[in-house]
């Protein structure tokens, strides 16, 4: 629960920041900014304690499907979910903030799609909570 949480939140900040205070304009010095604060976290802590952890207590021939490929990198999921949210959403922010009745449509495309993913990167789950980011998004945008 505390992840759909923080993912909301996470919205509504994005919603605050790009729109009232006007940052987050271009999209790859945002996505660079995203990056450096979720994916180089996620190969820190997965080079340095997740992985030695997981290989010194159970199998290393998962090592590689779990933390290379990202399929199932126990808790660090949540930093590469919210990377790909944050990468997808920055490129229909604009749409969905002028017709949001489209994004209602778009997220939940999006959140099919994810059910049927591939969950290599986590962007299956990226898909999937598309649309917690964008209820927060709208609760700024509507002012709640």
Request: aromatic share 22%; charged share 15%; net charge positive.
């Amino acid at each position: 629960m505390a992840h759909l949480c923080l993912t909301l939140i996470s919205g509504y900040i994005f919603y605050y920041i790009k729109y009232e205070k006007c940052d987050y304009q271009k999209y790859l010095p945002f996505l660079k900014n995203k990056a450096k604060r979720l994916l180089v976290p996620y190969v820190f802590i997965a080079a340095i304690w997740v992985a030695p952890i997981h290989a010194y207590y159970f199998r290393t021939e998962e090592l590689i499907e779990r933390y290379v490929l990202v399929t199932v990198p126990s808790q660090l999921w949540f930093l590469l979910m919210l990377f790909w949210v944050f990468a997808i959403f920055y490129l229909i922010s604009n749409i969905v903030n002028k017709k949001p009745w489209l994004g209602v449509i778009i997220v939940c495309i999006a959140y099919c799609i994810g059910q049927f993913a591939p969950s290599f990167y986590c962007f299956n789950r990226g898909l999937q909570y598309l649309l917690f980011f964008y209820i927060g998004f709208i609760l700024r945008k509507c002012d709640l």
